[in-house]
């Protein structure tokens, strides 16, 4: 064996390791999903404002979208997940970071805004700080400068937020929601 | 150009297609016979024949599951396996450099 061969099989093994980091495919079809749903909630939220039905019914949408979002995990895990090819250890920090970040939205939406520990008003910079986290971290584990890009995006759309007053806030949150994960979301789905 | 003593290698992991189902696996949590073939662009009896000579050294460890009433068999790569592959990686490159 020569000192290129040995070369060689060095690149061929770096190249091998490389290439099966690329295989994760199946954040798309979360951040598709939750991606939805949170511009949905956020729009008809913005449209319960305008339209003033009264009575505490604010909360009733978006129960319905975060218990649809969940059943769809559930199923995704079921049916998706247990059948894909192959799990790589992106695949698994991944999928562990973004579901302790649903569950925290999920008690922060519904428990902190029950007990009036966090204002409504607040909600939606503190879901773009949080994602920002998400998105910044996955951008490291994924290797996806894009994905920091995001977490920049909603950073900055955080610190806008803070400051709007009235309920633009929460179209903005649906434009973002739309542009930094439904799209890349659609997107991400043909990496594998 | 230099010369190697190729038994300071570990005889099982090599050869090309060995190396490749080893690096393939200590990158991931763990791959299907299918995903493997396609990714080291191997025939079945091929890569059947290389993936047992690593599951006999301990290297592989293999999980049999049926996947809407197919047989799906899944690798991970051991730690045995893990151990193997790095000393292998850090044989080679001793080599290169001279150590």
Known sequence: MTNKNAQQDLAFIKQVIEDSRKNASGLGDHMMVWGIITSIGMIVSYILTQVQIGGNTEWIHWALLIAGGWTFELIYKRKVESKKPVLTYADKVANGLWCSFGISMTILGFIGIYTGGISIKYLSPIFCCLLAVGFFTSGFIYDAKWMRHNAMGYWIGALIMFFITGTYHLLLMAAMTIGYMVIPGYKMRSWS | ?99
């Open chain 2, 1 to 99: 150009m230099a010369e190697f003593d190729y038994q300071q290698l570990d005889d099982i992991i090599h050869s090309r297609i060995r190396l490749a189902i080893m690096a393939l696996l200590v990158s991931v949590e763990s791959a299907n016979f299918v995903f493997i073939r396609e990714k080291v662009n191997a025939s079945d009896g091929n890569l059947s024949v290389h993936i047992r000579k690593l599951e006999d050294a301990k290297y592989v460890s293999s999980t049999k599951k049926f996947i809407d009433r197919k047989p799906v068999t899944t690798f991970q790569i051991t730690s045995l396996g893990q151990k193997a592959f790095s000393a292998y990686v850090d044989r080679l490159s001793g080599l290169i450099s001279g150590d």
